[in-house]
Protein backbone atom coordinates (compact mmCIF):
# COMPACT_ATOMS: atom_id res chain seq x y z
CA UNK A 1 0.00 0.00 0.00
CA UNK A 2 1.21 3.37 -0.61
CA UNK A 3 1.83 5.78 1.85
CA UNK A 4 -0.64 8.79 2.38
CA UNK A 5 -0.03 12.48 2.06
CA UNK A 6 -0.24 13.87 5.76
CA UNK A 7 -3.19 16.34 3.96
CA UNK A 8 -4.97 13.42 2.84
CA UNK A 9 -4.94 11.52 5.97
CA UNK A 10 -8.13 12.85 8.61
CA UNK A 11 -6.36 12.64 11.64
CA UNK A 12 -8.24 15.24 13.73
CA UNK A 13 -10.98 13.43 13.17
CA UNK A 14 -9.83 10.53 14.12
CA UNK A 15 -8.38 12.02 17.30
CA UNK A 16 -11.45 13.51 18.23
CA UNK A 17 -13.03 10.17 17.84
CA UNK A 18 -11.11 9.83 21.55
CA UNK A 19 -13.95 12.34 23.39
CA UNK A 20 -17.00 10.65 23.90
CA UNK A 21 -19.47 13.63 22.92
CA UNK A 22 -17.94 13.44 19.31
CA UNK A 23 -18.11 9.50 19.68
CA UNK A 24 -21.99 10.38 20.33
CA UNK A 25 -22.52 12.73 17.45
CA UNK A 26 -21.16 10.76 14.78
CA UNK A 27 -21.82 7.43 16.20
CA UNK A 28 -17.99 6.33 15.55
CA UNK A 29 -14.99 4.78 17.31
CA UNK A 30 -11.45 3.71 17.19
CA UNK A 31 -10.87 0.04 17.77
CA UNK A 32 -7.08 -0.12 18.12
CA UNK A 33 -4.43 -3.00 17.87
CA UNK A 34 -3.54 -5.97 15.52
CA UNK A 35 -5.16 -8.15 17.61
CA UNK A 36 -8.78 -6.27 18.05
CA UNK A 37 -8.86 -5.43 14.11
CA UNK A 38 -8.17 -8.60 13.19
CA UNK A 39 -11.36 -10.03 15.39
CA UNK A 40 -13.13 -7.15 13.74
CA UNK A 41 -12.59 -8.48 10.40
CA UNK A 42 -12.87 -11.80 11.38
CA UNK A 43 -16.27 -10.94 12.45
CA UNK A 44 -17.30 -8.85 9.55
CA UNK A 45 -17.43 -5.37 10.75
CA UNK A 46 -18.54 -3.15 8.78
CA UNK A 47 -15.46 -1.04 9.05
CA UNK A 48 -14.83 2.87 7.69
CA UNK A 49 -11.50 3.49 7.56
CA UNK A 50 -8.32 1.56 8.45
CA UNK A 51 -4.42 3.32 9.58
CA UNK A 52 -1.80 1.43 9.24
CA UNK A 53 1.55 3.19 10.45
CA UNK A 54 4.95 2.76 7.92
CA UNK A 55 6.80 0.72 10.36
CA UNK A 56 4.16 -1.50 10.67
CA UNK A 57 3.52 -1.87 6.88
CA UNK A 58 7.31 -2.47 6.79
CA UNK A 59 6.84 -4.91 8.93
CA UNK A 60 6.72 -9.26 8.52
CA UNK A 61 3.46 -9.12 10.54
CA UNK A 62 2.61 -6.00 8.46
CA UNK A 63 2.63 -7.70 5.06
CA UNK A 64 0.97 -10.53 5.73
CA UNK A 65 -2.18 -8.29 7.50
CA UNK A 66 -2.19 -5.63 4.64
CA UNK A 67 -2.61 -9.34 2.07
CA UNK A 68 -5.77 -10.17 4.47
CA UNK A 69 -6.79 -6.28 4.80
CA UNK A 70 -7.16 -6.65 0.56
CA UNK A 71 -8.93 -9.19 0.35
CA UNK A 72 -11.71 -8.21 3.46
CA UNK A 73 -12.14 -5.16 1.89
CA UNK A 74 -13.01 -6.64 -1.91
CA UNK A 75 -15.78 -8.91 -0.10
CA UNK A 76 -16.83 -5.85 2.03
CA UNK A 77 -17.30 -3.75 -1.27
CA UNK A 78 -19.00 -6.36 -2.68
CA UNK A 79 -21.61 -6.72 0.00
CA UNK A 80 -22.31 -2.74 0.56
CA UNK A 81 -20.94 -1.41 -2.22
CA UNK A 82 -18.25 0.25 -0.52
CA UNK A 83 -14.00 0.54 -0.59
CA UNK A 84 -13.30 1.49 2.65
CA UNK A 85 -9.65 3.74 2.61
CA UNK A 86 -6.66 2.66 4.03
CA UNK A 87 -4.20 5.18 5.03
CA UNK A 88 -0.74 4.23 5.52
CA UNK A 89 0.66 6.92 7.36
CA UNK A 90 4.42 8.49 9.14
CA UNK A 91 4.74 6.96 12.87
CA UNK A 92 5.08 10.35 14.18
CA UNK A 93 1.77 11.20 12.73
CA UNK A 94 0.36 7.63 13.78
CA UNK A 95 1.41 8.40 17.60
CA UNK A 96 -0.77 11.28 17.50
CA UNK A 97 -4.16 9.76 16.67
CA UNK A 98 -3.34 7.04 19.09
CA UNK A 99 -3.94 6.93 22.72
CA UNK A 100 -1.53 4.43 23.08
CA UNK A 101 1.71 4.53 25.09
CA UNK A 102 3.11 2.10 22.38
CA UNK A 103 1.17 2.38 19.36
CA UNK A 104 0.98 -0.94 17.42
CA UNK A 105 0.58 0.67 13.94
CA UNK A 106 -2.71 -0.54 13.46
CA UNK A 107 -6.03 1.46 13.92
CA UNK A 108 -9.77 1.52 12.65
CA UNK A 109 -12.49 3.49 12.55
CA UNK A 110 -16.03 1.49 12.80
CA UNK A 111 -19.18 1.94 13.34
CA UNK A 112 -21.43 1.70 17.43
CA UNK A 113 -22.54 0.00 18.53
CA UNK A 114 -21.05 -2.35 15.31
CA UNK A 115 -22.47 -3.06 11.84
CA UNK A 116 -21.86 -6.34 10.27
CA UNK A 117 -21.58 -6.88 6.47
CA UNK A 118 -22.87 -10.67 6.92
CA UNK A 119 -25.54 -12.22 9.58
CA UNK A 120 -24.01 -12.90 12.98
CA UNK A 121 -24.28 -16.50 14.77
CA UNK A 122 -26.98 -16.64 17.58
CA UNK A 123 -25.92 -16.70 20.96
CA UNK A 124 -25.02 -19.78 22.62
CA UNK A 125 -27.37 -20.81 25.06
CA UNK A 126 -31.11 -21.17 24.32
CA UNK A 127 -31.86 -19.26 27.67
CA UNK A 128 -30.80 -15.41 27.96
CA UNK A 129 -27.62 -14.92 29.94
CA UNK A 130 -28.14 -11.12 30.24
CA UNK A 131 -24.72 -9.06 32.16
CA UNK A 132 -25.84 -5.61 33.31
CA UNK A 133 -22.83 -3.30 35.02
CA UNK A 134 -23.82 -0.40 36.95
CA UNK A 135 -21.53 2.14 38.45
CA UNK A 136 -18.45 0.66 36.73
CA UNK A 137 -15.99 3.92 36.07
CA UNK A 138 -13.30 2.51 34.65
CA UNK A 139 -13.48 1.58 31.01
CA UNK A 140 -10.74 -1.24 31.67
CA UNK A 141 -12.67 -3.10 33.71
CA UNK A 142 -16.25 -2.06 31.52
CA UNK A 143 -14.16 -3.94 28.49
CA UNK A 144 -12.81 -6.40 30.72
CA UNK A 145 -16.71 -7.49 32.04
CA UNK A 146 -17.51 -7.22 27.75
CA UNK A 147 -14.25 -9.96 27.05
CA UNK A 148 -15.50 -12.32 29.94
CA UNK A 149 -19.43 -12.27 28.95
CA UNK A 150 -18.59 -13.06 25.28
CA UNK A 151 -16.01 -15.53 26.61
CA UNK A 152 -19.22 -17.24 28.37
CA UNK A 153 -21.90 -17.05 25.69
CA UNK A 154 -23.97 -14.05 27.29
CA UNK A 155 -26.30 -12.95 25.28
CA UNK A 156 -26.51 -9.61 25.98
CA UNK A 157 -24.23 -6.94 27.95
CA UNK A 158 -25.68 -3.67 29.56
CA UNK A 159 -24.21 -0.82 30.96
CA UNK A 160 -25.89 2.30 32.09
CA UNK A 161 -25.30 6.07 31.74
CA UNK A 162 -23.42 6.21 35.53
CA UNK A 163 -20.92 3.70 33.25
CA UNK A 164 -17.78 4.36 31.77
CA UNK A 165 -18.64 4.10 27.47
CA UNK A 166 -18.73 0.45 26.42
CA UNK A 167 -17.37 2.00 23.17
CA UNK A 168 -14.41 4.06 24.15
CA UNK A 169 -11.36 3.30 22.35
CA UNK A 170 -9.75 1.76 25.99
CA UNK A 171 -12.96 -0.24 26.82
CA UNK A 172 -13.13 -1.63 23.01
CA UNK A 173 -9.45 -2.69 23.18
CA UNK A 174 -9.91 -3.66 26.86
CA UNK A 175 -11.97 -6.25 25.22
CA UNK A 176 -10.13 -7.82 23.42
CA UNK A 177 -12.72 -7.41 20.00
CA UNK A 178 -14.91 -9.21 22.67
CA UNK A 179 -17.45 -5.96 21.95
CA UNK A 180 -18.71 -7.62 18.69
CA UNK A 181 -18.75 -10.97 20.00
CA UNK A 182 -21.10 -10.35 22.09
CA UNK A 183 -24.65 -7.11 21.73
CA UNK A 184 -23.38 -4.32 23.92
CA UNK A 185 -26.31 -1.95 24.75
CA UNK A 186 -25.97 1.32 26.76
CA UNK A 187 -29.23 2.25 28.36
CA UNK A 188 -30.43 5.61 30.28
CA UNK A 189 -32.15 3.42 32.97
CA UNK A 190 -31.19 0.04 33.96
CA UNK A 191 -33.69 0.23 35.95
CA UNK A 192 -36.21 0.00 33.19
CA UNK A 193 -34.38 -2.41 31.00
CA UNK A 194 -34.07 -4.93 33.97
CA UNK A 195 -38.20 -4.49 34.48
CA UNK A 196 -38.29 -5.37 30.85
CA UNK A 197 -36.42 -8.47 30.99
CA UNK A 198 -38.21 -9.45 34.31
CA UNK A 199 -41.29 -9.08 32.14
CA UNK A 200 -39.94 -11.66 29.58
CA UNK A 201 -39.35 -13.91 32.52
CA UNK A 202 -36.05 -13.40 33.40
CA UNK A 203 -34.72 -13.58 37.21
CA UNK A 204 -32.89 -10.99 38.17
CA UNK A 205 -29.37 -11.62 40.64
CA UNK A 206 -27.46 -8.42 41.98
CA UNK A 207 -23.86 -9.31 43.17
CA UNK A 208 -22.89 -8.87 47.07
CA UNK A 209 -19.71 -9.00 49.05
CA UNK A 210 -20.64 -10.39 52.10
CA UNK A 211 -24.36 -11.61 51.57
CA UNK A 212 -26.24 -13.76 49.40
CA UNK A 213 -26.70 -17.18 47.69
CA UNK A 214 -22.92 -18.98 46.79
CA UNK A 215 -22.99 -19.19 42.98
CA UNK A 216 -23.07 -23.01 42.68
CA UNK A 217 -26.17 -23.08 44.98
CA UNK A 218 -27.49 -20.78 43.08
CA UNK A 219 -30.00 -22.21 40.21
CA UNK A 220 -28.59 -20.26 36.81
CA UNK A 221 -29.98 -22.53 34.23
CA UNK A 222 -32.77 -20.64 33.60
CA UNK A 223 -33.00 -17.31 32.04
CA UNK A 224 -31.08 -14.56 34.31
CA UNK A 225 -29.51 -11.26 34.70
CA UNK A 226 -26.75 -10.42 36.78
CA UNK A 227 -25.72 -6.65 37.87
CA UNK A 228 -22.41 -5.98 39.04
CA UNK A 229 -21.90 -2.88 40.81
CA UNK A 230 -18.73 -0.87 41.64
CA UNK A 231 -16.13 -2.26 43.22
CA UNK A 232 -16.16 0.80 45.69
CA UNK A 233 -19.79 1.30 45.66
CA UNK A 234 -21.51 -1.57 44.90
CA UNK A 235 -24.95 -1.16 43.20
CA UNK A 236 -26.95 2.03 43.60
CA UNK A 237 -29.42 2.27 46.07
CA UNK A 238 -32.87 2.40 43.39
CA UNK A 239 -31.12 -1.43 41.81
CA UNK A 240 -30.60 -2.98 44.81
CA UNK A 241 -34.30 -2.51 45.85
CA UNK A 242 -35.20 -3.67 42.29
CA UNK A 243 -33.42 -6.70 42.66
CA UNK A 244 -34.44 -9.34 45.62
CA UNK A 245 -32.28 -11.97 44.93
CA UNK A 246 -28.28 -11.73 45.67
CA UNK A 247 -24.83 -14.15 44.71
CA UNK A 248 -21.65 -13.46 47.04
CA UNK A 249 -18.46 -15.09 46.14
CA UNK A 250 -16.55 -16.65 49.30
CA UNK A 251 -13.40 -14.59 49.93
CA UNK A 252 -12.09 -16.72 52.48
CA UNK A 253 -8.83 -15.09 52.41
CA UNK A 254 -9.92 -11.84 54.23
CA UNK A 255 -9.88 -9.15 51.18
CA UNK A 256 -12.78 -7.24 51.35
CA UNK A 257 -13.72 -7.21 47.43
CA UNK A 258 -12.90 -8.90 44.48
CA UNK A 259 -11.97 -6.52 40.97
CA UNK A 260 -15.70 -6.52 39.29
CA UNK A 261 -14.07 -7.95 35.83
CA UNK A 262 -12.62 -10.87 38.29
CA UNK A 263 -16.43 -11.19 40.03
CA UNK A 264 -18.09 -11.59 36.89
CA UNK A 265 -15.50 -14.28 35.71
CA UNK A 266 -15.92 -16.15 38.30
CA UNK A 267 -19.81 -16.00 38.74
CA UNK A 268 -20.20 -16.67 35.13
CA UNK A 269 -18.23 -19.72 34.83
CA UNK A 270 -20.44 -20.96 37.39
CA UNK A 271 -23.22 -20.26 34.58
CA UNK A 272 -21.27 -22.04 32.04
CA UNK A 273 -20.57 -25.51 34.41
CA UNK A 274 -24.51 -25.05 35.23
CA UNK A 275 -25.66 -24.78 32.12
CA UNK A 276 -22.97 -27.37 30.62
CA UNK A 277 -24.57 -30.24 33.33
CA UNK A 278 -26.32 -33.27 31.36
CA UNK A 279 -29.96 -32.05 31.36
CA UNK A 280 -31.58 -33.38 34.64
CA UNK A 281 -28.84 -33.34 36.48
CA UNK A 282 -29.49 -29.90 38.29
CA UNK A 283 -31.94 -30.08 40.82
CA UNK A 284 -32.31 -26.53 42.14
CA UNK A 285 -34.72 -24.19 42.41
CA UNK A 286 -35.10 -20.34 41.58
CA UNK A 287 -36.12 -18.74 44.54
CA UNK A 288 -39.28 -16.45 44.55
CA UNK A 289 -38.17 -12.86 43.92
CA UNK A 290 -42.07 -11.74 43.65
CA UNK A 291 -43.23 -9.13 40.73
CA UNK A 292 -40.76 -6.47 39.64
Not at 96 to 122: D, H, Y
Not at 244 to 254: D, N, S, W
Request: net charge neutral; glycine share 8%; charged share 20%.
Amino acid sequence: MASSNDRDVPWRFVKSLHLKKHRDEVGLSLAEGLRVVKVCIDAGVEIQSLFLSREFVESTAGEAFQCEVEAYRRVAAGLSGRLFPVYTVRDELFEKMSATEAPQGVLAVIPVPPRFIRAQPRGLWPEPLVVVGSGIQDPGNVGTMVRTAAAFGATEVIFGNDSADPFSPKAIRASAGGFVQVKVTRVRSVEDELCRWSEQGVTLWKTHPAEGTLPWEAPLTGPVAIAFGSEARGLPASLDRLIPLALRVPMPGGVESLNVGVSCAIILYEVLRQRSLPRGLSTKTVPSQGPV
